[in-house]
């Protein structure tokens, strides 16, 4: 009988250290999906920024011109044409 225990217990320690080495891997999957998700996270933000920002430059182009199109058609002085014989 003592010859199938000491299997049995080597059998149960071999489980308990690929118990220990798989939730080791866990943990470093986990940190490392948290970093990815970080990184990501940051890189969306830097991104809506930068595309916020080319919005805003385009909206004051826009609203310039618009701008200097009404003051056009405000102040438009129309040519007076005579004709002389």
Known sequence: MTNTAVPKETLVAM???????L???ENE???SFSKLEDQ?????ANKRFR???RLAMLEQ??????????????HHVP???ELGY
Do not use: H
């Open 23 to 25: 939730e080791e891997l």
């Open 51 to 53: 595309a916020e920002q």
């Open 29 to 31: 999957i986990e940190t």
């Open 79 to 81: 040519l007076k044409l």
């Open 40 to 44: 990501l996270k940051t890189e969306e």
């Open 61 to 74: 182009k826009v609203f310039a011109k618009k701008e200097a199109s009404e003051y056009l058609d405000c």
């Open 15 to 21: 489980l308990s250290e690929i118990y220990s080495q």
